[in-house]
């Protein structure tokens, strides 16, 4: 797998007219291939959905991306209203049991974008079982910082404020792999295209193996400030471009095309 290079404050401006200033910004974090990544084919699945969900929207405003390596910077700027929006992110079950996560309460969340499946990724060389959740109790895992953390606290698990695992969060999916292979944590949680990402650029696959079992599904979207004084306006614009390329059929296009490009280069 090729390595990208990670470049922050990198803007891509979408039309002729976001150079000027006008419209929307929206930050991403780069080197999120097939997701989001400057360097891939379209910027990436979930760019080219949103790019094209926003042309094709009521009214529609030109915009711009921001390339934000470091995530918690990214992060910040949305939650400040510095940005409009941010993407692409895990929803926590904001309408449910954690309706009170921090996310939920500071964030509007589109229609989902995609699906991913995570899962916990292992040593081929130790003996690891995860048949059920308590399985999981009292190991270490890892995950890149800036990622969600929501799903190892669902109501059900609370992993962390129980103190029933150990999460290592240091700023690269490289490093969590150089832990495992370390043997200082015993398990990479990432989404199955991030982890299988890595271990083909790491050279990983015949000392890793990712588990049967997911860790967990989620949803990804594109948030927006609370605080922001357009929130409603961009949710709704959003929301309606989504919803016409998903009836023209240009939605499962675009998915398809996107994951078949990863396959490919994976196979290479």
Not at 68 to 73: K, L
Not at 110 to 139: I, M, N, P, Y
Not at 218 to 228: D, G, K, M, P
Not at 242 to 256: F, T
Request: glycine fraction near 6%; aromatic fraction near 8%.
């Amino acid at each position: 797998m090729k390595g990208r290079a990670a470049v922050a404050g990198l803007y891509f401006a979408c039309t002729a007219a976001a150079a000027s200033g006008a419209g929307i910004t929206l930050v991403a974090s780069p080197d999120d291939a097939p997701f989001a990544d400057p360097d891939w084919p379209g910027r990436g699945m979930v760019t080219e959905i949103i790019e094209t969900a926003l042309s094709n929207a009521p009214d529609p405003l030109p915009f711009d991306i921001l390339w934000e390596s470091d995530r918690a910077a990214g992060a910040a700027r949305v939650a400040r209203a510095q940005t409009d929006m941010g993407f692409a992110w895990a929803r926590p079950d904001c309408d449910g049991q954690q309706h009170d996560n921090e996310h939920c309460r500071t964030y509007h969340f589109s229609d989902a974008l995609a699906q991913v499946v995570v899962l916990l990724f292992t040593r081929t060389d130790r003996q690891f079982d995860f048949e059920k959740d308590a399985d999981l109790h009292g190991r270490v895992l890892c995950r890149p910082a800036g990622l969600f953390t929501h799903d190892l606290e669902r109501p059900d698990r609370r992993w962390l404020s129980r103190d029933l695992i150990t999460l290592k969060q240091p700023p690269r999916a490289a490093d969590c792999f150089e832990m495992l292979m370390d043997g200082a944590v015993d398990a990479v949680a990432l989404d199955e295209f991030r982890g299988v990402n890595e271990l083909f650029r790491e050279d990983l696959t015949e000392s890793v193996v990712p588990l049967p079992r997911p860790l967990s599904e989620q949803s990804l979207h594109v948030v927006i400030s609370r605080s922001h004084w357009r929130a409603t306006a961009h949710l709704y614009r959003l929301n309606a471009g989504l919803a016409r390329l998903r009836e023209s059929g240009r939605y499962a296009g675009i998915i398809e095309r996107h994951l078949g490009l990863y396959w490919d280069e994976i196979r290479q």
